[in-house]
C-alpha cells in the first residue's frame, strides 16, 4: 500500500452515502482526498448490492460496495437524532467539501443543507447529485441508471440492425458514473475558485444533463441538421439512411474484433495488401485491386465516403479486407498484426481479459489491495490516468458500517 | 456576464494540442469555465490533425474546415493559433507560448509531440512547473504505446462493449463514441487535480493518461467478481444489460411501446415499486402472489418480460412512463434527440442547448454543461475559432509580437 498522498491530499470530503454519486466520492478518494463516508445506522441499503464474496449476502461482502468506496472511511450517523446531528454538524464544519447524493428537499427538509451549514463556513463547497438538478422542475421524479439512460439519449443510439430488438442499454450503470465523474469535475472547479475568492459555492450536478451531453453524434446531428440517428450493431448510429458497414469481425478463433474507422490512407491500403500477400490470401479476395488503387491515392476524405463511386468501393474493400484476413487470424494475431501494421482495430475483451492483458499489466494497471477480512491481496481496477508526481492509489479497502467512527469523532483527531 | 478573470479558472492558460473530442472535450470544459485555452494547429495542413474540422454535420451545403459541427461544438470559447512546428521559427513561437501557460495538452499517439520536439523533459526545460497531460488510447508507456485507437475501438478493448448487449447476441456495444466523452471527462479531471497540487505545493507533473485504463475503471464490480469469485463476464447469458444484476432488479428492460421503434424503460427498484406497477397494470396476473418478492420475481423473469411486453406494446411510450412515475415506478420513454431536446423541461430549464455564434457556420446550439456552479458559472457564447483566428490576440498582445514581425512570420508560413 502506498502511504497517504496523491493530488488532493490536505482535502476533506464528507459524503453522504448514495449509489449515484458514490463513484465521484471514490474517484476523490484515490486521488488523495480523505473522505468521510457517512451512513445511516444499519449501512447504506447499496451494501445489499450484488455480487457478493463467494455470492453470500452481507452488508460487509458486496463487491459493488468494495468497488465503490475505497480509500474512504466509514462512519454511521442518524440524520434524525440529535446528538448526531451535533456530530454531522461539527465533521461538515471540518470539510472541504460535502458530496450530497440525497434526494432534492431530504437535507433541506432535516435543517442540514448547504445554505444552513455554510453559516460561517464560508469556504465550503457543496456538491449536489441529483437526477434532473436540485430546482429541475422534473426534480422529483423516481429514476435508476435505466430510466436515466433511456431518458437521456444514450439508450437510442445503442442495439443492433434488427430493430425488432429493443435498444440496449450499455453495461456497468454507466449513468450514474458519467455523473459522478462530473460531479468530481465540478468540485475540484470550486475548489480551484475558491483558492482565488476564499469562498466556496454550490455545484449542482444533474444526471440526466451529463447522460444528455454525452451522446456525441444524436445530439450534433440534431443540433446542425435536424436528423435522427439510428442504431447499429456496435458502431456508430448513423443519420437515416446512412446504414454503414460491419465493423465487427469475426476472428478464425470465435472472437470478436473491432476493425476500427475503415482505412482510408495510401499506407493502410499498402499495408492491406502487402499483410494478404505475407498470408499468402491475395487469390481468395477478390477486391485487392481496390486496394492497389487505395495504395496509389491520398487519403480518402471522409466527407467523399458515400458519394464518390470509386472512393466508396475502395473504401469498402479496405472495411472487407480487414473482415477477411480476421476471419483467417486467431483474435491476438490479428489485434497485434493489424496495430504493428498501423491497422487500428481491437478486440472486444471481457473486463477480466483487459486485465490480464500484456500491456495493461506492463503499465501497472491492476491494482492489488490487501484485505484482511479475507486474509489476502485482491484486485482492483487501476488509475484512470497516470500521475508522476502525486501518483493515484487505492488507501485502504472500502469501510465496514462504522468502521472508522472512533478515529473520526475522537476529539483529538 | 462576469468577466473571464471572475470565472472559476479565470488565471489558467492551457496551450493546447487536443483534437477530435477525446481531447478536445476535456479543455472545453476547462474553457467554458473561464480557462483560457489556447487551440494550436498547423496552418500548412489546415489543422487537419484534428479530423473533425472538416467532417459533417454540416448546417449547409458549404463544406470546409471551418464548417464542422462537431469541430465547433468541441472548441466552444477557445481561442485559435496557427504554428508550423516544422519551422525553427515556429519552434520558438510554441516555446514562448508555452513558458507562460500553465498547461499543456494533447491526445496524438504516443510519442508524437516528443518527436516533434515537445515531450515532456523538453517542456519542463521551458518551464519546470508546467504540467503536462497526454491522453492517448495505450497512453506513453508500455508494449502497445504505439498503436492508435479512437472511441469504439477504446470501448472493445477496455470491456465496455463487452458489457452492453442482449443475451445469445454479438456485443452490442455502444452506438458512439462513448469514450471520447468520457475520456475527455477523466482528461478535464486530470487537469484540475494536477492544478490543485500545483496551488498548493508550486509542483508541475506529466499525467499520462490512457483512454483504455480510463475505460476499465468503468468496469468495476464486474472486475472485482473474477479476481474475488472467480466469475468471467465472458459466461452463458452474459452480457444481459437491459436486466439489472447489480443491483438486482425485477422487472428492469426496455419494453416495446405503441408505434414503429418506440420503447419505454421500466425498472422496479423494490417489492413495492412493483406492487404500485402491479395496480396500475390491473391484470390479474400481475397481483400473482409468486411476484410479491423479488426472488419470485427473478425467478420468472423472462415470463414477467414477456407478460409486461404484450402490456406495453400498445401504450404511447411518454404517457406510459408519467402514469408509472406519478405512482412512484421509475419508468422512462427512450427517448431520441427531438423528444430530449425540443420537448424535456429536464434539459430546457437547466439551459443545457446554449447558442453559440459562429463566424462562418452562423448561430448554431451546442452542448451545455451538465454542472451549475451558483457563484461563477460556466459560459459557452463563441463558437470554435477559426484557423489561426487569435494569432494577432496571443502572439501579438499575449506574447508581445509587433504587428511587423508577426507579417514576416506570416509571409513566411510560420503562422
Not at chain 2, 472511441?151 to 469514450?179: H, K, N, R, T
Not at chain 2, 408509472?324 to 429536464?346: F, K, T
Amino acid at each position: 500500500m502506498t502511504p497517504a498522498g496523491g493530488a488532493l491530499a490536505g482535502l476533506r470530503v464528507v459524503e453522504l452515502a448514495s449509489d449515484h454519486a458514490a463513484f465521484a466520492g471514490k474517484l476523490l478518494a484515490d486521488l488523495g482526498a480523505e473522505v468521510v463516508l457517512v451512513e445511516p445506522p444499519g449501512g447504506h441499503h447499496s451494501r445489499g448490492y450484488e455480487p457478493f464474496v463467494d455470492d453470500r449476502p452481507d452488508p460487509e461482502r458486496s463487491l459493488w460496495w468494495w468497488h465503490y468506496h475505497t480509500s474512504k472511511l466509514g462512519v454511521v450517523l442518524d440524520l434524525e437524532d440529535g446528538a448526531d446531528v451535533t456530530r454531522f454538524r461539527r465533521l461538515v464544519a471540518t470539510a472541504d467539501i460535502v458530496l450530497d447524493g440525497e434526494a432534492p428537499g431530504r437535507m433541506s427538509a432535516l435543517g442540514l443543507d448547504f445554505s444552513d451549514l455554510r453559516a460561517g463556513h464560508d469556504e465550503l463547497v457543496w456538491v449536489s447529485v441529483t437526477a434532473f438538478g436540485r430546482d429541475n422542475p422534473r426534480r422529483g421524479e423516481p429514476f435508476t441508471d435505466l430510466t436515466l439512460l433511456a431518458g437521456g439519449g444514450p439508450v437510442w443510439s445503442c442495439g443492433y440492425d434488427d430493430h425488432s430488438l429493443p435498444p440496449v442499454r450499455g453495461g456497468g450503470n454507466q449513468g450514474y458514473q458519467i455523473g459522478s465523474v462530473w460531479a468530481a469535475i465540478g468540485a475540484l472547479t470550486a475548489i480551484l475558485a475558491r483558492d482565488v475568492t476564499g469562498r466556496g459555492q454550490l455545484v449542482d450536478v444533474s444526471l440526466h444533463a451529463a447522460a444528455n451531453v454525452t451522446t456525441e453524434a444524436a445530439t450534433q446531428a440534431w443540433l446542425m441538421t435536424g436528423e435522427e440517428v439510428s442504431r447499429l450493431t456496435c458502431r456508430h448510429a448513423a443519420r437515416q439512411g446512412n446504414v454503414s458497414q460491419q465493423t465487427l469481425a469475426l476472428t478464425a478463433d470465435g472472437r470478436w474484433m473491432n476493425t476500427g474507422v475503415p482505412p482510408r490512407t495510401p499506407r493502410e491500403f499498402s499495408a492491406l495488401s502487402e499483410w494478404l500477400d505475407e498470408l499468402d490470401l491475395r487469390d481468395e479476395f477478390p477486391e485487392t485491386v481496390f486496394l492497389e488503387l487505395g495504395a496509389k491515392r491520398e487519403t480518402i476524405a471522409f466527407g467523399d465516403i458515400g458519394v464518390d463511386p470509386v472512393l466508396t468501393e475502395i473504401v469498402s474493400a479496405g472495411r472487407e479486407a480487414m473482415m477477411f484476413i480476421a476471419s483467417k487470424l486467431s483474435a491476438d494475431d490479428f489485434f497485434v498484426g493489424g496495430q504493428r501494421r498501423g491497422l487500428t482495430c481491437g478486440p472486444v475483451y471481457a473486463p477480466e481479459e483487459i486485465m490480464a492483458d500484456e500491456h495493461i499489466t506492463a503499465r501497472g494497471f491492476p491494482t492489488a489491495v490487501h484485505h484482511d477480512d479475507l486474509d489476502r491481496d485482491v484486485v482492483y481496477p487501476g488509475a484512470p490516468f497516470v500521475m508522476s508526481a502525486t501518483p493515484w492509489r487505492i488507501a485502504r479497502r472500502a469501510p465496514r458500517i462504522g468502521e472508522h467512527q472512533h478515529l473520526v469523532f475522537t476529539p483529538s483527531s | 456576464m462576469s468577466s473571464r478573470s471572475e470565472r472559476p479558472l479565470g488565471n489558467v492558460r492551457i496551450c493546447d494540442f487536443t483534437g477530435q473530442l477525446a481531447g478536445a472535450g476535456a479543455t472545453r470544459t476547462l474553457a467554458a469555465f473561464g480557462a483560457q485555452v489556447i487551440r494550436v494547429e498547423d496552418p500548412v495542413r489546415q489543422g487537419r490533425w484534428d479530423m473533425l474540422r472538416g467532417s459533417g454535420p454540416f448546417v449547409d451545403e458549404r463544406r470546409g474546415p471551418e464548417l464542422g459541427g462537431g469541430f465547433n461544438n468541441h472548441n466552444v470559447e477557445k481561442l485559435g493559433v496557427t504554428i508550423n512546428l516544422k519551422d525553427e521559427r515556429g519552434r520558438d513561437l510554441l516555446r514562448e507560448l508555452i513558458a507562460t501557460s500553465d498547461v499543456v495538452t494533447e491526445n496524438f499517439a504516443g510519442g508524437v509531440l516528443a518527436r516533434l520536439g515537445f515531450g515532456y523533459d523538453d517542456l519542463r526545460e521551458i518551464r519546470n512547473d508546467i504540467i503536462y497531460v497526454s491522453n492517448s488510447g495505450f497512453g506513453h508507456t508500455g508494449p502497445y504505446s504505439a498503436f492508435k485507437t479512437w472511441g469504439p475501438v477504446v470501448q472493445a478493448i477496455c470491456g465496455l462493449s463487452f458489457l452492453s448487449g442482449l443475451p445469445d447476441e454479438p456485443p452490442a456495444g455502444w452506438g458512439y463514441s462513448y469514450m471520447d466523452h468520457l475520456g475527455a471527462d477523466f482528461m478535464a479531471l486530470a487537469i484540475l487535480a494536477a492544478l490543485v497540487h500545483r496551488r498548493r505545493t508550486g509542483e508541475g507533473q506529466w499525467v499520462d493518461m490512457s483512454s483504455i485504463e480510463a475505460g476499465i475503471t468503468l468496469d468495476g464490480p464486474s472486475i472485482l467478481d473474477h479476481s474475488v469469485n472467480g466469475r468471467p463476464a465472458r459466461r452463458a447469458g452474459s452480457p444481459d444489460s437491459n436486466h439489472s444484476a447489480s443491483p438486482r432488479m425485477v422487472p428492469h428492460n426496455i419494453f416495446p411501446a405503441a408505434g414503429e421503434d418506440r420503447w419505454v424503460a421500466i425498472a422496479c427498484r423494490d417489492d413495492s415499486d412493483w406492487a404500485a406497477l402491479a395496480k396500475v397494470i390491473g391484470e390479474a396476473w400481475a397481483n400473482e402472489s409468486r411476484f410479491d418478492d423479488l426472488a419470485g420475481r427473478y425467478a420468472a423473469q423472462s415470463e414477467l418480460d414477456a407478460r409486461m411486453a404484450r402490456w406495453t406494446s400498445t401504450r404511447d411510450r411518454f404517457e406510459l412512463a408519467a402514469e408509472l412515475r406519478a405512482v412512484g415506478v421509475p419508468a422512462s420513454a427512450v427517448q431520441q434527440a427531438v423528444d430530449r431536446i425540443e420537448h424535456d423541461p429536464g434539459t430546457s430549464a437547466w439551459g443545457l442547448w446554449p447558442l453559440v455564434r459562429h463566424p462562418e457556420i452562423g448561430e448554431v446550439r451546442v452542448d451545455g454543461i451538465p454542472v451549475h456552479l451558483s457563484e461563477a458559472d460556466w459560459v459557452i457564447e463563441r463558437g470554435a475559432p477559426l484557423l489561426g483566428e487569435h494569432n494577432d490576440r496571443v502572439f501579438g498582445d499575449f506574447l508581445g509580437h509587433t504587428a511587423e514581425e508577426l507579417a514576416a512570420l506570416r509571409d513566411a508560413n510560420v503562422i
